[in-house]
Each structure stands twice: as structure tokens, then as C-alpha cells.
């Protein structure tokens, strides 16, 4: 492993880039993007405050209408949409780092009110999601079960997912990610409960597993390998997606990518009974980001010992813009407040100061 024995803050070479520190901001989903999925100016501010990580993900965007699942989610399917990213991308390379878009199709975790003309959210099958999400009227509504996507329509949206990558590339960035977890449309194909197809995209891993490989070799045809990446996080279970066997999904799944030389393989770990950190290491010989739940020490432990080539934070960077810095000098951590997580507007989303401006 050419990334392994070094701290989190040694550089280290991700697919085409070398990141200067191994601190990866991990995507979130913030909402401040317009009811157009066009993100607002502060979301340019809020990146480029945090861009002392070596890598930035941003949060989960859309390939197309259909692929929209939240209140104020940004899209990239649009001129305006595409305008508004390259200052984005801008920002952070003028502050000095990198940015990955990352790629989300919610699939079936959607609602009419928040696709063109009420339509049906798509899925591999009419398999209802249990629980209620955020509509435009900022009420949550129930999820309605969703329309089966047609065998002929699949190719239209692994298609959406290679514009939404050539759409990112124009707009400045320097990769992008295939959001494959958290129970959205990737993860509805590979998930034995949510696909009950009995064409070639269902029944056993290797069909289930076709419609994500797919989606990621149509980015790599317009990327290159060397700027793809993908985060999966088995068994969290998000959204109602549940496996028959996920160490077989898995292992299967990440063998095939391990053949794609991809620029990385992003694993969201939450405390599973299989390590997935451990066990999926030896089947990829990629860069391995490794997210959920780290502090500095866990952080350092992944990296020593080779599981990880670099560290990926979320939750901690909301409140914590220069949260390398901090971790760098064992300053303390201040804690976000969660009621402003989604909602519009710079409160709790660009004023959280830097240490050195307390
Ligand atoms: C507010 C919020 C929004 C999130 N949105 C996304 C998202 O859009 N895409 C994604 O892959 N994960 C998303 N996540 C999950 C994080 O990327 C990460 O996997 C998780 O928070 C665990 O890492 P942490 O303990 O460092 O926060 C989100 C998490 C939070 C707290």
C-alpha cells in the first residue's frame, strides 16, 4: 500500500491528486441550495472556510429532477446550476484545496411535491420506504411507494449520471463521487429488499451489483478512473435498505471496483459486527477513505496500520472550520447545533468562527 505509515497530516496521493493532508471533509447535505437546485453564494463562503482539509466532498447533488429527494437540495442537470458550482470550485482552489461532487439519485426516497409534473419517484421496484421526508413546503410528508424503473429506461439514468459528471468536470472539479449508501437509488439495486427485479439488473449480487458498475464505468468514461470515487456504508440500513448477505454484496461489490482502478473506495463505517473497514481492505488495492464517527486518535490508528489512507470527518466540520488545525494543535472542538442543519441562510452554516477568531 503506497499511502500507508504516515500521520494525518502527511500529503497523500488520491487517484490524479495529491491531497496535502490526509483530513477529508466528508459530503453533508445542508439545503442551501434554491427551490431551482441552485446553490446560493454562502454555499461557495461555507466550503472555502473548510478548505484546510485536504479534500472536500460536497454534499449529496442531483443528476437529474427525478434524482431529487430533499427541500432545497442542489442539482446539476442545468446552466444555472453548473454557473453557480464553478464558484464553488473556484473558491476552494483558491484556497487551496480539492473538491469532489458528489453524485446522489435518492431513487425511491422522494416525494411528488418535489419532482417535475407530481411524478412518481423511481426504484428498481415498487417497494415503499417507511418514513417521511422534507418537501418544498418544508413539511414532512410520507413516502409514497415508487414507480419500478422499465428495463429500457436504466440506460437513460445511468446516462443522467455521466452528464451530471461531465456537467461537475466543466464547472471546475477535480473528481466526483457515486453516492452508494444510504439507502438511495445505487443501494436500492444492490440490496436484496429493495430490488425484487428478475431481469439482468436483480436476483443475484452479480445482476444486483450491474446497475452500480455501470453508473460508475459511464463517470470514468468521462473522467478517467483516476477521478472516480465511490462511498458505500454497509449495513447502516438508512432509508429501509436491508441485505440477505451483505458481506457476500460487498465483497463481491468492491472486487469488481477494485478492477476499475478507481481514484478511491469511500467506506462509511457504523459500528457493524463485520469490521467492513478490516475485511474489505485486502480486496482493494485503491486509496481507501475511511468515515464514521473518527476522532483524531481512531483517525491516526486507520492511517498506521493501513487500513486507511486518509480520514474522513463530517459532523465535526460544521461547527469546526479549520478543524485540521485544530486537530493538528489538540485545540477543543465546538459543537454544532443541530437545529440549523437544513435550514436556509448563513445561521449555523457560515458563522461558526475559526479557533484564532475566538
Ligand atoms: C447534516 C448531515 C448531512 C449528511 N449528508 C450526507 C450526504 O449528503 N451524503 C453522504 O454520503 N453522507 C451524508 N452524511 C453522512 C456523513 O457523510 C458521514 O458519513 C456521517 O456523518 C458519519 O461521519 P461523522 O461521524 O464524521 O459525521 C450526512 C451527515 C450529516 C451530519
Given at each position: ?20 493532508n490526509r483530513i ?18 454562502i454555499?461557495?463562503e461555507?466550503y ?14 442531483y ?12 442539482g446539476?442537470?442545468s446552466?444555472a446550476?453548473?454557473?453557480a ?5 473556484d ?18 426516497v ?7 409534473g407530481e411524478a412518481?419517484?423511481?426504484a428498481?421496484s ?26 429500457e ?9 455521466r452528464?451530471?459528471?461531465?456537467k461537475?468536470?466543466?464547472?471546475g ?18 440490496s436484496s429488499?429493495?430490488n425484487?427485479r428478475?431481469?439482468a ?7 444486483r451489483a ?5 453508473v460508475?464505468?459511464a463517470?470514468v468514461q468521462v473522467?478517467g ?6 462511498k ?5 440500513g438508512?432509508?429501509?435498505?436491508s ?6 454484496t460487498y ?26 473497514r478490516k475485511?474489505l ?6 486509496p481507501?477513505?475511511?468515515g ?5 486518535s481512531?483517525?491516526?490508528?486507520l492511517?498506521?496500520?493501513?487500513t ?16 485540521p488545525?485544530?486537530l493538528?494543535k ?6 454544532p ?18 479557533a484564532?477568531?475566538?
Amino acid at each position: 500500500m503506497q499511502n500507508s505509515i504516515a500521520n494525518l497530516f502527511a500529503p497523500v496521493r488520491v487517484g490524479r491528486h495529491t491531497l496535502k493532508n490526509r483530513i477529508v471533509m466528508g459530503p453533508m447535505t445542508r439545503s442551501r441550495a434554491d427551490h431551482d437546485g441552485v446553490p446560493t453564494p454562502i454555499v461557495a463562503e461555507h466550503y472555502a472556510q473548510r478548505a484546510r482539509a485536504g479534500l472536500i466532498i460536497t454534499e449529496g447533488v442531483y443528476p437529474s429532477p427525478v434524482g431529487k429527494g430533499y427541500v432545497r437540495t442542489p442539482g446539476i442537470h442545468s446552466q444555472a446550476q453548473v454557473d453557480a458550482w464553478r464558484q464553488v470550485a473556484d473558491a476552494i482552489h483558491r484556497a487551496g484545496s480539492l473538491i469532489f461532487m458528489q453524485i446522489m439519485h435518492t431513487g425511491r426516497v422522494s416525494h411528488p411535491s418535489l419532482l417535475p409534473g407530481e411524478a412518481l419517484p423511481v426504484a428498481p421496484s415498487a417497494v415503499r420506504a417507511e418514513g417521511r421526508i422534507w418537501t418544498n413546503d418544508d413539511t414532512q410528508k410520507v413516502m409514497v411507494q415508487p414507480r419500478a424503473l422499465a428495463l429500457e429506461e436504466i440506460p437513460q439514468i445511468i446516462a443522467e449520471y455521466r452528464d451530471a459528471t461531465e456537467k461537475a468536470l466543466a464547472a471546475g472539479f477535480d473528481g466526483v463521487e457515486l453516492h452508494g449508501a444510504s439507502g438511495y437509488l445505487p443501494e436500492q439495486f444492490l440490496s436484496s429488499a429493495t430490488n425484487r427485479r428478475s431481469d439482468a439488473y436483480g436476483g443475484d449480487i452479480r445482476n444486483r451489483a450491474r446497475f452500480v458498475l455501470e453508473v460508475i464505468e459511464a463517470m470514468v468514461q468521462v473522467a478517467g478512473n483516476d477521478r472516480v470515487g465511490i462511498k458505500i456504508a454497509p449495513e447502516l440500513g438508512l432509508n429501509g435498505v436491508s441485505d440477505d448477505s451483505p458481506w457476500e454484496t460487498y465483497s463481491c461489490l468492491v472486487r469488481k471496483l477494485d478492477e476499475l482502478n478507481l481514484a478511491y473506495l469511500h467506506i462509511g463505517y457504523f459500528g457493524a459486527k463485520t469490521d467492513y473497514r478490516k475485511q474489505l481492505r485486502p480486496l482493494f488495492r485503491g486509496p481507501i477513505l475511511i468515515g464514521g464517527g473518527l476522532k483524531k486518535s481512531s483517525a491516526e490508528s486507520l492511517i498506521q496500520d493501513g487500513t486507511a489512507d486518509a480520514a474522513v470527518f463530517a459532523l465535526p466540520f460544521i461547527a469546526n472550520p479549520d478543524l485540521p488545525d485544530r486537530l493538528q494543535k489538540g485545540l477543543p472542538l465546538s459543537v454544532p447545533d443541530k437545529s440549523t442543519f437544513y435550514t436556509p441562510g448563513p445561521k449555523g452554516y457560515t458563522d461558526y468562527p475559526a479557533a484564532s477568531d475566538h
